[in-house]
């Protein structure tokens, strides 16, 4: 199988690449048009800042090319929010593959959200052979606001979606590459969708 890593100037690639090849999948860290569309599977990660993000996205021209993928897709932490409409983190437009606005958190507790939070209302076959509301890591200061694609949700501060789904799009809040045995069964569902 060709997993594919899309390469965009954002962190976090060295250790989901590393939890791919915990699954047996040598992936390819890549910018290529040609290499990410001849993928079995892509995954989108990304830590961030949403704008510079965007600008390295627009001028290879992925923000075109990531919405018209056809193969199962899975956004994680930057990622996800960079496939909803639009982010507050420097009032960026994204690729809206979801229709999602992006916000930051209020400052009543600490921010940005960090550690191990319950996920709930899980609604996908990426969740498949979980346990019920299992943990999982996140590490973010922005959030993918609930609606009709939401597939997972979290309590922190406010509740929003923890993941997203559309047609052959997912996307992830949290960290699956550092969520242990739960993160590497929502990698081994995703490989196997």
């Given at each position: 199988?060709k997993v594919?890593i899309?390469?965009y100037?954002a962190?976090?690639?060295?250790s989901?690449?590393h ?6 999948i ?7 048009t040609?290499?990410?569309?001849a ?5 989108f990660?990304g830590v961030g800042?949403a704008s510079?993000a965007?600008?390295?996205l ?5 923000d075109?090319l990531?919405p018209?993928l056809?193969?199962?897709v899975l956004g994680?932490?930057l990622?996800l929010q960079?496939?909803?409409?639009a982010s507050e ?9 979801f229709p999602?606005?992006v ?6 507790q ?19 052979n979980?346990?019920?509301e299992?943990?999982?890591?996140f590490?973010?200061s ?8 939401s597939?997972?949700?979290?309590d ?11 047609d052959n799009?997912?996307a ?5 590459e ?6 590497a ?5 995703f490989?196997?969708?």
């Open positions: 199988m594919a899309i390469k100037n962190g976090n690639v060295l989901v690449s939890a791919l090849r915990r699954h047996g040598e992936p390819l860290l890549t910018d290529e040609a290499e990410i569309i993928a079995d599977k892509v995954i990660p800042e510079t965007m600008r390295y627009q001028a290879r021209q992925l075109q990531i018209k056809q193969q199962p994680i932490c990622g960079l496939m909803c409409l983190e420097n009032d960026t437009r994204c690729m809206g593959i999602h606005h916000r930051r958190f209020p400052p009543k600490k921010v940005p959200h960090i550690g191990w939070n319950r996920i709930e209302n899980l609604n996908s076959p990426l969740f498949q979980l346990p019920a299992p943990f999982t890591y590490v973010h922005y959030y993918a606001e609930l609606g009709k694609q597939i997972a949700e979290t922190y501060i406010v509740r929003f979606s923890a993941a997203l789904q559309k799009f997912c992830v809040q949290f960290h699956p550092k969520s242990g045995d739960v993160g069964q929502i990698l081994a569902n490989l196997n969708l």
